[in-house]
């Protein structure tokens, strides 16, 4: 099992910046992907970006270029850098662990989830 814990989240205008940080600890950190997902008010988890344990990363078609995921091996952390926000972008974000080291775009692979910060970008 992975304890998440996330910070970053907050206001900021349209075309600002935030990063996000979700902490780790728990399994190894080296053996399994991490995932950013969020959830937007009346609308369904969707995911963000993820990365494996060697760097390999993924994101969503709507944050592709904007946001960039990485992590610190060193310090079990995760982030995700936020430019160029747009209003669309308002969710709460949650930082997630997989149960597998490959890359997944799937919610139901990753196994332990983060409580979430909130992210709001005004208009």
């Known amino acids: 099992q992975v304890q998440l814990v996330e910070s970053g989240g907050g206001l900021v205008q349209a075309g600002g910046s935030l990063r996000l940080s979700c902490a780790a600890s728990g399994r190894p950190f080296s053996t399994y992907a991490m995932g950013w997902f969020r959830q937007a008010p009346g609308k369904e988890r969707e995911f963000v970006a993820t990365i494996n344990w060697s760097g390999d990363r993924t994101y969503a078609d709507s944050v592709r270029g904007r946001f960039t995921i990485s992590r610190n091996s060193a310090k079990n952390t995760v982030y995700l850098q936020m430019n160029s926000l747009k209003p669309e972008d308002t969710a709460v974000y949650y930082c997630?662990?997989?149960?597998?080291?490959?890359?997944?775009?799937?919610?139901?692979?990753?196994?332990?989830w983060g409580q979430g910060t909130q992210v709001t970008v005004s208009s």
């Open positions: 997630a662990a997989s149960t597998r080291s490959y890359m997944s775009t799937y919610s139901n692979e990753y196994s332990d």
